[in-house]
C-alpha cells in the first residue's frame, strides 16, 4: 500500500487528484500528523463541531465563504488503515454531488470505520489470533491462490467478515483451524454454523503450528500476498477487520507449519450444527479431536 503522506513536510498539503468536484488534500499538520481536508468554497450551516473517533481527530472550521473539514490521524503509525478511510471517503466524494450535506455523510461513513478502529487500536492481537490469522492466509497464499488465482481466493476469505465458514467458494466451503504442535491434536468450534453450510462439501483444515525463528509471522505472509494482488485495499480491509495490528509488530510470533490436516466434514463427522439444537439455547462452543477423525482425512482437497 502506497503511503500518501509519506515525504511530505510539516504544515503541508497535497491535492488529491480524484474524479470529485470538492478540493480534497492529503495533509500533514503543525504537529507532523497525518491528515485528510475536504475544503468547501462555501459557508456550510451547521452546528456539528465533528465526531468522537478512537484513534481520529476531527475538526471543522468555518469563515464567511468557507468550510474546511479535517481528520487527523493520532497515531501514525496506523496510516495503512487511515489510509482504507481516506479511500472510501474519496469514494463517496466521488458520487455525492449534494454539497449541503456533504459533511453530514463523510461524517456517517466515518462512523462506519468505528468499530474497526477499536478492533486496531484497543482488542489485543495475540498468539490464539495470530495463529487464527496465520492459518487462513497460508490457506490463501499457499492453497486456494494455486487452484483459483489470488484475486478470487481473496474474494472468497470471508473470515475476517465473521461469516459462517473462513471461505466460501462456488461449490463448496472451507472452514480452517490452528493448534500447537505441542498440545493436544484438538481444535475449537465456536458456533453451531461454523461447520453447516448449503454448499455441496464442506472441508475443515486443521494446521499444527509451532513456534520457530525460522518459521513466518503474519507480517511476513500478509507482504507476500500484497505482493501477487490488485485490490491491496479490500485486502488490508479484511486484516483490519480482522484484528491485525500494521503498526505494531514487536509481538508478532513466527510459526512454522508441521502438519496440515484436510477433512471431509459430511453427515457423519462429528459436530453439533443448528438443526439440531433446542430453540432455548443461544450460543455453542465444543472441542473435537482430529485424531478420532481419521476416517474423515483426505489427501487434497478441491475447491
Not at 509451532?210 to 503474519?218: D, E, K, L, R
Not at 508441521?258 to 471431509?264: E, G, H, Q
Not at 455453542?284 to 483426505?298: D, H
Request: aromatic share 14%.
Amino acid at each position: 500500500m502506497i503511503n500518501p503522506w509519506q515525504d511530505m513536510q510539516n504544515n503541508t498539503k497535497r491535492r488529491v487528484y480524484s474524479n470529485s468536484s470538492y478540493n480534497i488534500f492529503w495533509i500533514v499538520d503543525l504537529n507532523g500528523r497525518y491528515a485528510f481536508g475536504i475544503e468547501l468554497d462555501f459557508y456550510l450551516k451547521t452546528n456539528r463541531k465533528g465526531i468522537k473517533f478512537n484513534g481520529l481527530t476531527t475538526l471543522i472550521k468555518k469563515s464567511e465563504n468557507t468550510t474546511n473539514f479535517y481528520i487527523a490521524l493520532n497515531d501514525n503509525s496506523n496510516w495503512q488503515l487511515f489510509k482504507l478511510v481516506c479511500d472510501d471517503i474519496i469514494l463517496l466524494l466521488n458520487t455525492h454531488k449534494n454539497n449541503k450535506n456533504v459533511i453530514d455523510n463523510v461524517e456517517t461513513r466515518l462512523l462506519k470505520w468505528r468499530k474497526i478502529f477499536v478492533l486496531n487500536i484497543d482488542d489485543d492481537f495475540g498468539i490464539e489470533k495470530q495463529m487464527g490469522l496465520f492459518g487462513e492466509l497460508s490457506f490463501l497464499n499457499d492453497i486456494a491462490s494455486s487452484q483459483v488465482g489470488f484475486e478470487q481466493a481473496l474474494d472468497s476469505w470471508v473470515g475476517a467478515s465473521f461469516d459462517k465458514q473462513d471461505f466460501i467458494f462456488n461449490d463448496c466451503a472451507v472452514e480452517i483451524k490452528t493448534y500447537k504442535t505441542s498440545r493436544p491434536q484438538n481444535i475449537t468450534i465456536s458456533s453451531a454454523y461454523q461447520l453447516y453450510t448449503n454448499k455441496e462439501k464442506l472441508y475443515l483444515v486443521a494446521y499444527a503450528l509451532s513456534a520457530s525463528n525460522q518459521g513466518f509471522s503474519v507480517k511476513d505472509i500478509v507482504e507476500s500476498v500484497e505482493a501477487k494482488i490488485t485490490d491491496i485495499e479490500a485486502f488490508y480491509k479484511k486484516l483490519f477487520l480482522y484484528g491485525y495490528k500494521a503498526n505494531d509488530q514487536s509481538n508478532l510470533q513466527k510459526f512454522k507449519i508441521d502438519k496440515i490436516l484436510f477433512f471431509n466434514v459430511n453427515d457423519k463427522f462429528p459436530k453439533i450444527v443448528t438443526t439440531d439444537i433446542d430453540h432455548r439455547i443461544c450460543d455453542v462452543k465444543y472441542t473435537i479431536n482430529l485424531l478420532k477423525c481419521n476416517e474423515f482425512l483426505l489427501d487434497q482437497i478441491k475447491l
